[in-house]
């Protein structure tokens, strides 16, 4: 498994993938509000018709923002804390900093390590 597969096992873990919780039922593992691979909104977050789509672009878009390519901001530089400020928003009523530890924690990890370090294997 590449170290960028175990970050979005970990933020999958977070958002509750379990029977019949939102992200479950939308096939949306990391509850991402939209994706270029959706087919539609529920609740506010995309929806997509299988696990692997929901699984493709969650791998795709932290591809992205660790690469550098999106209008977040992030960039290899960037660090795992300051990807969750972007991912889960204190706007949004979620706890970045909590979920960063989180992660980090289940990826034996400090928060302050680059998101280039999760695209590392994969060159």
């Not at 498994?1 to 479950?24: D, N, P, V």
């Amino acid at each position: 498994m590449t170290r960028l597969e175990s970050l979005a096992y970990a933020i999958q873990k977070y958002e509750g993938w379990y029977w019949y919780s939102q992200s479950w039922r939308n096939n949306n593992p990391g509850n991402l509000r939209w994706s270029k691979f959706q087919s539609e909104t529920k609740n506010n977050f995309a929806y997509f018709n299988t696990y692997a789509m929901g699984w493709l672009a969650l791998w795709y878009d932290l591809y992205k923002k660790c690469r550098g390519e999106t209008i977040t901001g992030l960039n290899g530089n960037s660090t795992l804390l300051e990807l969750f400020a972007k991912y889960a928003p204190a706007s949004d009523r979620n706890d970045p900093g909590a979920y960063a530890r989180k992660v980090a924690s289940d990826l034996f990890i400090s928060t302050a390590y680059p998101l280039s370090w999760f695209l590392e294997d994969l060159k």
